[in-house]
Every structure is written in structure tokens, then in C-alpha cells.
Nanobody, 124 residues
Framework: DVQLVESGGGSAQAGGSLRLSCAGSGYTVRSYCMGWFRQGTGKEREGVATIDRDGIQTYTDSVKGRFTISKDTANNILTLQMTGLEPEDTAMYYC???????????????????WGQGTQVTVS
């Protein structure tokens, strides 16, 4: 049974940092294209960052230089290190997996097959 469980969300001051984690069961994170998405209140879900099977990362422009996506393969966890947080980063953050390799750098939500339940990030 495939399951993705996010953790690490919470509240932060502008300029602060948070680290999100996504634990995969039924998944070997090393073998899959995975990503982080977010959805603010009244907004569409948007891609934040993706990482492919070779560790190549893709970021949406608004988080470049501030967020870092990585895989902790020893613990089978996907992480998102967020620094320089801004109020505009406030959203529910979702972990996703299962994009086909030929779309491994896509920030489009529809290409990902499996999703976690989300973790809230609030920046003030």
C-alpha cells in the first residue's frame, strides 16, 4: 500500500526557516520522481520543487535560492528545506510522487500519481 505522510509544517516569522519531510511507505524515494506542491486559500495548487531519480532539482521561480528539495535515501524521506520565508509562502504543502520519467521535471500537479494529505505552513 502506497502512502506519503508529510510533517514539519507550522508557523514561522518572515525571514525564518522550516523543514518539511515526507515519509514514503510502499515507495523507495530513490527510485521515483517526487515533488512538493502548495495550495494557498482560494488558489490553485502550484508546483514548488521537484527532484528526479538522478537527484536533478527543479524549482518554481518564486522559491529559487530559498528552498532546497532533497532525498534522504537512508531513511526513505523527501525533504524541503525552506529559508527566507515570506508571507506569500503561506499554504498547505503536499508531497507527491510517481511522475513518469519523461516528465520528471514537471511542476504540473496532474502528472503526479500519489499524494500526501498535506502539512500547513503559515508565515507572518
Amino acid at each position: 500500500d502506497v502512502q506519503l505522510v508529510e510533517s514539519g509544517g507550522g508557523s514561522a516569522q518572515a525571514g525564518g526557516s522550516l523543514r518539511l519531510s515526507c515519509a514514503g511507505s510502499g515507495y523507495t524515494v530513490r527510485s521515483y520522481c517526487m515533488g512538493w506542491f502548495r495550495q494557498g486559500t482560494g488558489k490553485e495548487r502550484e508546483g514548488v520543487a521537484t527532484i528526479d531519480r538522478d537527484g536533478i532539482q527543479t524549482y518554481t521561480d518564486s522559491v529559487k535560492g530559498r528552498f532546497t528539495i532533497s532525498k534522504d535515501t537512508a531513511n526513505n524521506i523527501l525533504t524541503l528545506q525552506m529559508t527566507g520565508l515570506e508571507p506569500e509562502d503561506t499554504a498547505m504543502y503536499y508531497c507527491a510522487a510517481g511522475a513518469p520519467p519523461y516528465m520528471s521535471h514537471s511542476l504540473l500537479a496532474y502528472v503526479y500519481k500519489d499524494w500526501g494529505q498535506g502539512t500547513q505552513v503559515t508565515v507572518s
